[in-house]
């Protein structure tokens, strides 16, 4: 136990910093002053989003109270919690546990695999907690005022914030076990676990979507139920997640509902953990360890020269860079896939996520019509859906050591930075022109709209990426022990997510203006490309001036 209390404890500092932290602390201010400025940045910009999403579940609750089931919006939090790590825990898992790379190191160790699994493991669950009390504190706090709720509330409401994240990432880390396992007896190891992944995330997506979406096909024999019994809509919608279930008996029942409850959530949540550390003992270290082999050449490579553009020369390599190591190619791609299935979710039924955010968005498309606002609403709605792109705000930071070779090659910093900015813009504008195209599918948007709704998101998320990649460019995270590291655990990712939010956030509400004293939909189009075209202007002649002079400031 000793050893592996050790193991845990260097892996967390190594992943946050803490020694790093402590240094500047005492001997560098001007670092921790910075540091301290970015963090500061970042808190501001959340306000926000934190601010907008407790707006929605305030929203949520009362429209729940007036239909005699404010426990819904405990559900709903849970469901989406559960959800989200369920999906993304994929990533996480096989960024954080098979694809770094000190697996070789930790494989050395006096320690059993299921040891370095299980350490591992708790590493990407500790990572998973901001978004877990992000996404339940809200609801849970809401829900606890109005219900004049005391201190006893509150501890269980933590207790269950804390084992939410578990059991979706047992079934994430049991589907990687299963699925590194049989790609490493294979040749083309890198390009399996990128399909194989996103299959797998596809399918849950589905799969999840699917049971949310089934509701009685009596309506009136439902609505009679939902009278007689309100923890009804609970339950149908927890079939995505039944530990949701539980979790709203424990916040909302009684106490022997809770108490009951509550040993469902530990006793599932704990063998759960059992079981795929057991699992991991005898297969992990195998599926790991494969993957640290050199694939077999299987062909002659030819060369071939030929001219071509410098900015074009940039964007390829960015793109190669990306599918060539699969930690890149499955946090950088993923919303290619996960945008236009949201979107596709309206053709499964109209049930799914009653009450929720979600929801509310697709009825303001719905609600929409013919009016101007159309085309405004559903590029607003698609570029929100493809904003988080690591693939823009990590591009330097991906170089590490090798940042040297782009500050001496003979190609100006400001070509080098409109080749990277193209290729992270070339991914958020396929998944924002597939989700517009569903989009168009699932709501029965006129073509010309949708169109208009294309161009207008691929000139907002000019401005979105240039800020990406400037704060990345500024700062990038050049020091790291493997590619997850650059992507995943990069600051810069986090804070061009949340300034791209605000940025959003500012177009949204200048559109409205506009379309509100421009009553003709192709006048009101034009206005507001004018002015998106003026801020992508903007933010790339930002990006030439600064360029030089960043790129002078990096230390490599």
Do not use: H
């Not at 929203?59 to 559960?82: F, H």
């Not at 708790?122 to 339940?136: D, I, K, Q, R, S």
């Not at 390599?317 to 990306?322: A, D, F, H, R, V």
């Not at 500024?474 to 590291?485: A, D, F, G, S, T």
């Amino acid at each position: 136990m000793r050893k592996f209390l050790s193991l845990m404890k260097l892996q967390i500092n190594a992943r946050y910093g803490l020694s790093n932290l402590l240094y500047n602390a005492k001997n560098d201010k001007k670092a921790l002053l910075k540091s301290l400025g970015m963090g500061l940045v970042v808190l501001i910009a959340l306000a926000e989003v934190v601010g907008l999403y407790t707006f929605m579940m305030i929203q949520l609750y009362k429209g729940a109270s007036a239909a005699n089931i404010p426990q819904i919006v405990l559900t709903m939090a849970a469901v989406v919690t559960g959800v989200f790590a369920l999906v993304f825990g994929i990533f996480y898992i096989l960024s954080g546990i098979f694809l770094a790379k000190d697996t070789e190191f930790l494989s050395s160790l006096p320690l059993s695999q299921g040891s370095i699994f299980a350490s591992k493991f708790l590493l990407v669950l500790l990572g998973e907690y901001p978004f877990a009390f992000f996404l339940m504190l809200p609801p849970a706090i809401i829900y606890g005022i109005n219900q004049d709720m005391g201190v006893v509330y509150y501890l269980l409401a933590l207790i269950c914030i804390l084992f939410i994240p578990l059991v979706p990432l047992v079934i994430s880390a049991i589907f990687s076990l299963l699925l590194m396992n049989i790609v490493g007896r294979s040749r083309r190891r890198d390009l399996i676990t990128i399909i194989g992944t996103m299959i797998l995330v596809v399918g849950m997506f589905l799969g999840q979507n699917y049971l949310i979406s089934r509701m009685p096909e009596n309506q009136q024999e439902f609505l009679a139920e939902l009278v007689k019994n309100s923890n009804l809509v609970v339950e149908i919608m927890g079939r995505a997640f039944p530990p949701a279930i539980w979790i709203t008996r424990i916040l909302s029942g009684t106490f022997n509902e809770a108490a009951v409850n509550m040993a469902y959530l530990l006793i599932v949540s704990l063998c759960a953990f059992v079981l795929v550390y057991l699992i991991a003992s005898f297969i992990y270290q195998r599926g790991a360890t494969a993957q640290l082999e050199t694939e077999a050449s299987t062909g002659k490579a030819r060369l071939s020269y030929r001219s071509t553009s410098q900015i074009w020369a940039i964007f390829r390599i960015e793109w190669l860079t990306i599918l060539r190591t699969p930690i890149y190619a499955l946090n950088s791609l993923v919303m290619i896939f996960v945008a236009p299935l949201i979107m596709i979710m309206p053709m499964f039924g109209g049930n799914y996520a009653q009450g929720s955010s979600l929801e509310n968005l697709f009825k303001l498309i719905e609600s929409s019509g013919s009016t101007p606002l159309l085309p405004m609403i559903v590029a607003g709605v698609v570029t929100l859906f493809v904003l988080m792109n690591p693939a823009v705000s990590s591009t330097f930071s991906r170089e590490g050591k090798n940042i040297w070779i782009l500050k001496n090659i003979p190609v100006k910093p400001e070509i080098q930075v409109y080749g990277k900015l193209l290729a992270g813009y070339s991914i958020s504008f396929i998944a924002a022109v597939l989700s517009a195209v569903v989009a168009m599918l699932s709501f029965r948007i006129p073509p010309v709209a949708t169109v208009m709704a294309i161009i207008l998101s691929a000139a907002a998320l000019v401005p979105i990426s240039a800020v990406g990649i400037f704060i990345d460019m500024m700062r990038p995270k050049l020091v790291w022990n493997n590619p997850q590291e650059a992507i995943k655990q990069n600051f810069n990712v986090v804070v061009a997510m949340l300034l791209g939010f605000v940025t959003l956030t500012i177009f949204g509400a200048i559109g409205y203006f506009v379309a509100a004293f421009v009553p003709y939909t192709f006048a009101a189009f034009m206005i507001m490309m004018v002015i998106l075209l003026v801020f992508s202007y903007i933010s790339i002649k930002v990006l030439k001036i600064t360029a030089q002079g960043a790129y002078r400031k990096i230390e490599g």
